[in-house]
């Protein structure tokens, strides 16, 4: 069914796409995922991230364009699935004592996905040569011995990680 939601306001626009797509896009997601609750979650976030667009939508085809969304924040919910197992995985090896209370984890969670989505699209040297001096503590000569690299490239590395990282919205589309 196509919709002429191009002359309404945004919020209605989500509006009229929630009333007559929401349905549909949580038996989407429940078929993909297997789990009726965490689908609900994300057709949620399907529609909050619509919400938060500025622009008016354009939409011809409304199931194809929120499917599109969909594997986005299914993407998004996948990799922050792998984050979150590759840190618990981590804190297995930490004496107990030591290991950080359930709201300290969640608190480390948060931040770890949200410094992946920061450096979401970076090129893999890049990411780790930032890591590896903001995580690890290593100097610039260090990560270029550990890596291969030359300490310039290493330092131009690091600085395009902490531009995309502290200034996001002020580097180019292409980073």
């Not at 509006?15 to 549909?24: D, N, P």
């Not at 667009?53 to 919910?77: G, S």
């Not at 197992?85 to 030591?98: K, N, R, S």
Request: charged residues 25%; aromatic residues 6%.
């Amino acid at each position: 069914m196509s919709l002429p939601l191009a002359d309404l306001p945004l919020q209605t626009q989500v509006e009229v796409l929630y009333s007559h797509h929401h349905g549909w896009l949580w038996r989407w997601l429940q078929r993909r995922l297997g789990d009726g609750h965490r689908a609900a979650d994300l057709a949620h976030d399907v529609f909050v991230r619509l919400l938060a667009r500025e622009e008016l939508l354009a939409i011809q085809e409304p199931r194809a364009f929120l499917t599109t969304v969909a594997q986005r924040v299914l993407a998004n919910h996948w990799r922050r699935q792998q984050l979150e197992q590759a840190y618990l995985e981590a804190l297995t090896l930490v004496p107990a004592e030591l290991a950080p209370s359930p709201e300290e984890r969640a608190l480390l969670l948060e931040a770890l996905a949200e410094i992946d989505r920061l450096l979401d699209g970076l090129p893999l040297a890049v990411k780790r040569a930032f890591l590896m001096t903001r995580l690890d503590g290593l100097n610039h000569d260090e990560v270029a011995q550990a890596l291969g690299l030359s300490v310039t490239t290493v330092k131009r590395y690091v600085l395009k990680a902490a531009l995309q990282c502290y200034f996001p919205d002020a580097l180019p589309a292409g980073r």
